[in-house]
């Protein structure tokens, strides 16, 4: 194939991605999106996020954690949750362009009758407050009064999407709560996301379920993902649950070191569209041609159905649509560590 196709379809590949991802915000924004809510501990579930927040957030910002002993649970999808706590971080980063703190912080929280007087989004009843409070430069009025709307962002072109707050806004109404929002010009900003608080029993629900349980340490993941910062992520998380994780960032890189690592690694987690020659079902078929009892999980923006029959996928057993977050991916790969064959493993319920 000439280089000038290759690059083009390439472009015409990493566009489609975008607009895969656009559309699954707009699809939350809206409340269209498939949710599959638990028993959610909102404390243990921001500690589990906690390194990846660090490295999101870099060197210049502190993190600063006020959890509130004996937080009620919430009966959320844990997936959507995570999306909510790292979008309002990232949205406070970027308020601090010098640097700052960002405190999260939770509270049980008891509303009367009145309590639409403020707030019509507000309803009576017991919640869960998760608060994310920036040092950065706070919002005027007009501004305040915008940032939920699809598109909008003061960012920089190409810095922004405008999506981030909308999908948060989206999630948040999904799960029967609302968001207020206290800022200021130059004293930053407080967004307080409040969700409904459940009696639902957690016993079988809590952090010792499998989503949240990392497989035995010993286990190596080859990881292809030609994006650096989700491949940078993918491996933080990894490795944040004892595994061991060896990067590629192409198919054909991938193709190319697997002979020197072939004997150690245990599952192959591949992206499927990627530059190069090798996409990821090439990249599966070479690995496990000299490995039958490799396992293989797939990831990517395109919807599973695109790629024909020439593989299997099915959502939450080896295919994992992106934007994918640590309790789903750390889910997936425990089964397909665990069960003895693909077909064995049971779809993951986030």
């Given at each position: 194939?000439?280089?000038?196709?290759?690059?083009?379809?390439?472009?015409?590949?990493t566009?489609?991605?975008?607009?895969?991802?656009?559309?699954?915000?707009?699809?939350?924004?809206?409340?269209?999106?498939?949710v599959?809510?638990?028993?959610?501990?909102?404390?243990?579930l921001?500690?589990?996020?906690g390194?990846?927040?660090?490295?999101?957030?870099?060197?210049?910002?502190?993190?600063?954690?006020?959890?509130?002993?004996?937080?009620a649970?919430?009966?959320?999808?844990?997936?959507?949750?995570?999306?909510?706590?790292?979008?309002?971080?990232?949205?406070?980063?970027?308020?601090?362009?010098?640097g700052g703190?960002?405190?999260?912080?939770?509270?049980?929280?008891?509303?009367?009758?009145?309590a639409?007087?403020?707030?019509?989004d507000?309803r009576?009843?017991?919640?869960?407050c998760?608060?994310?409070?920036d040092?950065?430069?706070?919002?005027?009025?007009?501004?305040?009064?915008?940032?939920?709307?699809?598109f909008?962002?003061?960012?920089?072109?190409?810095?922004?999407?405008?999506?981030?707050?909308?999908?948060?806004y989206?999630?948040?109404?999904?799960?029967g709560?609302?968001?207020?929002?206290?800022?200021?010009l130059?004293?930053?900003?407080?967004?307080?996301?409040?969700?409904?608080?459940?009696?639902?029993?957690?016993?079988h629900?809590?952090?010792?379920h499998?989503?949240?349980?990392?497989?035995?340490?010993?286990?190596?993941?080859?990881?292809v993902?030609?994006?650096?910062?989700?491949?940078?992520?993918?491996?933080?998380?990894?490795?944040?649950?004892?595994?061991?994780?060896?990067?590629?960032?192409?198919?054909?890189?991938?193709?190319?070191?697997?002979?020197?690592?072939r004997?150690?690694?245990?599952?192959?987690?591949?992206?499927?569209?990627?530059?190069g020659?090798?996409?990821?079902?090439?990249?599966?078929?070479?690995?496990?041609?000299?490995?039958?009892d490799?396992?293989?999980?797939?990831?990517?923006?395109?919807?599973?159905?695109?790629?024909?029959?020439?593989?299997?996928?099915?959502?939450?057993?080896?295919?994992?649509?992106?934007?994918?977050?640590?309790?789903?991916?750390?889910?997936?790969?425990?089964?397909a560590?665990?069960?003895?064959?693909?077909?064995?493993?049971l779809?993951v319920?986030?």
């Amino acid at each position: 194939m000439p280089r000038e196709v290759a690059n083009s379809l390439a472009q015409i590949s990493t566009a489609a991605e975008c607009a895969a991802d656009l559309t699954r915000k707009l699809l939350t924004f809206s409340r269209r999106n498939m949710v599959r809510p638990k028993v959610i501990k909102l404390n243990d579930l921001i500690k589990k996020l906690g390194g990846m927040l660090h490295r999101m957030l870099g060197e210049r910002v502190d993190l600063v954690t006020k959890f509130t002993p004996q937080l009620a649970s919430i009966f959320a999808d844990a997936t959507s949750v995570e999306q909510v706590l790292m979008n309002l971080t990232l949205n406070g980063r970027d308020a601090m362009p010098d640097g700052g703190t960002i405190t999260i912080s939770t509270a049980n929280v008891t509303l009367g009758e009145d309590a639409t007087l403020n707030n019509p989004d507000a309803r009576h009843g017991d919640y869960v407050c998760l608060s994310v409070t920036d040092t950065g430069t706070g919002m005027d009025e007009a501004t305040r009064n915008r940032i939920f709307e699809p598109f909008f962002t003061t960012k920089e072109l190409n810095k922004g999407t405008g999506m981030g707050l909308a999908t948060v806004y989206g999630i948040v109404k999904q799960h029967g709560g609302w968001i207020e929002v206290g800022t200021e010009l130059g004293k930053g900003s407080t967004f307080r996301v409040l969700i409904p608080s459940t009696t639902r029993t957690a016993a079988h629900h809590s952090e010792s379920h499998p989503e949240s349980v990392a497989a035995d340490g010993d286990h190596t993941i080859l990881v292809v993902e030609d994006d650096a910062v989700v491949r940078s992520l993918v491996v933080e998380v990894l490795t944040s649950y004892n595994y061991k994780v060896i990067e590629a960032e192409s198919g054909d890189a991938a193709i190319k070191r697997w002979p020197q690592f072939r004997e150690e690694v245990d599952l192959l987690l591949t992206d499927m569209v990627m530059p190069g020659e090798a996409n990821g079902l090439a990249v599966a078929r070479h690995c496990k041609s000299s490995k039958p009892d490799l396992k293989v999980i797939y990831t990517s923006g395109y919807s599973s159905e695109l790629f024909g029959s020439d593989v299997q996928l099915e959502d939450g057993v080896n295919y994992l649509p992106k934007p994918y977050f640590c309790g789903k991916l750390t889910a997936i790969i425990r089964n397909a560590l665990v069960h003895r064959t693909d077909e064995e493993a049971l779809p993951v319920a986030v």
